[in-house]
């Protein structure tokens, strides 16, 4: 396989497939802690309903083997128990994935190959306040569980936002997109993206790139076959339903800032150690 050099080829090799024990989907994506600019943590991220809401949920995912550096054809199939800790106001939860690749490391003397979200691709409220209402916003990960199974690779959804991404959305740290959002894409982190040039308050900037981690996919509106309006979190699995929802291309996001309070926890965890 290539070598990922854009951005958003790089964003491919950054989310997974996540299958929980009732066989529902969901996204999950790889993220990167800093400390002390030297010691780096690496996670896997995904909203708590993805995981059933348990802390013990075993998941399946297939990961990207690492040939020198870049990506193998070969598939690993994995099936994974971790300990998943779950924020105490969002829909949000995360994994230790070290441990789990020191294992593959081990025991298949195989590399992972795989591309992190960073710190620095949060920005803070008053950074955000430099953007627009209206951004072009792109979403990597598993609508109704589809995805490029010979590749191992996930899908891309592009839209807009619906809100300002400055503003909270009727709650806190909430932010709404106009995207396809379907089962499956539950914890897809969604990205501001331009690769080859932007504007913003300040003006244009010709051949600059800019890329903007805004949130988490997490739940949407939806209308039942009466055109009632109904807001749920965002399913993991298609079902038979007598209310006939009909997605209406709305999806609402965590704001990403809130990845950060995780943060204090794996502090005291890793000084623990």
Known sequence: ??????????????????????????????????????????????????????????????LHAKNDDVPD??????????????????????CFVAPLFQQIKTQKQKDVFCIYVTEDLIWSNSRLEELSAIEDVVMAGYPNGLWDQKNNLPLFRKGITSSHPAIDFNRSNVGAVDMACFPGSSGSPIFILNENSFTDKKGTHLGEKRVVLLGILFEGPQLNAKGELIVENTPTQQKVS????????????????????????????????
């Open 1 to 62: 396989m290539f070598k990922p050099q854009t951005t958003s080829e790089q964003m491919l090799f950054s989310t997974v497939r996540l299958v929980a024990s009732n066989g529902s989907t969901g996204t999950g994506f790889f993220f990167q802690y800093s400390f002390d600019g030297n010691k780096h943590v690496p996670v896997l991220i995904t909203n708590k309903h993805v995981v059933l809401g348990n802390q013990k949920e075993i998941v399946s995912f297939f």
């Open 73 to 94: 054809d070969e598939k690993l199939d994995i099936k994974f128990a971790p300990e998943w800790y779950f924020h105490p106001a969002q829909d949000l939860c995360f």
């Open 242 to 273: 007598s209310n006939t929802p009909m997605m209406i291309n709305l999806g609402y996001y965590i704001k990403a800032s809130e990845i950060l309070s995780f943060k204090p926890v794996i502090k005291n965890i890793i000084e623990k150690l």
